[in-house]
């Protein structure tokens, strides 16, 4: 079965420090891999996405993401924290295979909390 | 361009009832999908539409159903409401591909009562 898990309900850091939000994934084959931001009552934002290639992908407002696939994960990150970033991240992976297409799997999200 | 809009925003309505959600997709993009987020059980694929056509659908009830227009303009119908029914629910659209972002709308906050 296809899965995407984000093991911290929540991840608390300071203004300026590093961020590191964390994502594991089970799927066959190649995964298309994909982080997303909610701000609260809004819909989902397009951060970054894994498809191919460099294991290091840049994304908007400073975001990076690391993909390892021996550890099948997809950790998010940021080398300094705004207290604007404080937000909802989902983890998702793109369903492969007959009655898949189409279908983005989800982690559970992930709050973000920056504290000044 | 414009992004994925969904109307309307906010919806009350009486268990038993039904409602119709609409969503357009973002200029050119043939793929609509929906889906449901719940604090319990998170973000759940409603389902995909490819030109006109219901390419995937996830685990729900009958009484959720969809389509797609020739515009690739999409909606979605829920019958005979449950309280569970209650929910965000959003549209995303997407280009052809499966390495494609999607692009989500604000959402149809949906309150049943």
């Known amino acids: 079965a296809q899965s995407v898990a984000q093991p911290e309900d929540q991840v608390n850091v300071a203004e300026g420090n590093p961020l590191t939000v964390k994502c594991t994934y089970s799927v066959s084959g190649n995964p298309y891999l994909f982080w997303y931001v909610q701000y609260p009552n809004r819909g989902l934002q397009f951060l970054l996405k894994y498809i191919t290639g460099d294991n290091l992908v840049k994304g908007s407002y400073g975001f990076e993401a690391e993909f390892n696939k021996s550890q099948t994960s997809f950790h998010l990150k940021k080398p300094s924290a705004l207290v604007s970033d404080s937000a909802l991240y989902f983890c998702a992976v793109r369903g492969v295979g007959s009655g898949n297409t189409g279908k983005l799997i989800f982690g559970q999200g992930t709050t973000l909390q920056v504290k000044p | 361009k414009a992004g994925v809009t969904q109307t309307p925003r906010y919806l009350i309505k009486t268990r038993g009832q039904q409602v119709t959600l609409s969503c357009s997709p973002i200029s050119g993009h043939r793929s609509v999908s929906w889906y449901q987020q719940t604090p319990g059980q998170g973000l759940q694929f409603l389902f995909e539409?490819?030109?006109?056509?219901?390419?995937n659908k996830g685990n729900f009830p009958g009484r959720f159903s969809g389509r797609q227009f020739s515009n690739s303009r999409s909606e979605m119908n829920v019958s005979t409401l449950e309280l569970g029914d209650s929910a965000l629910y959003l549209c995303a659209s997407s280009s052809t591909g499966s390495n494609t972002e999607a692009f989500f709308g604000q959402g149809t906050r949906l309150t049943v009562v």
């Open positions: 539409y490819f030109s006109e056509t219901q390419r």
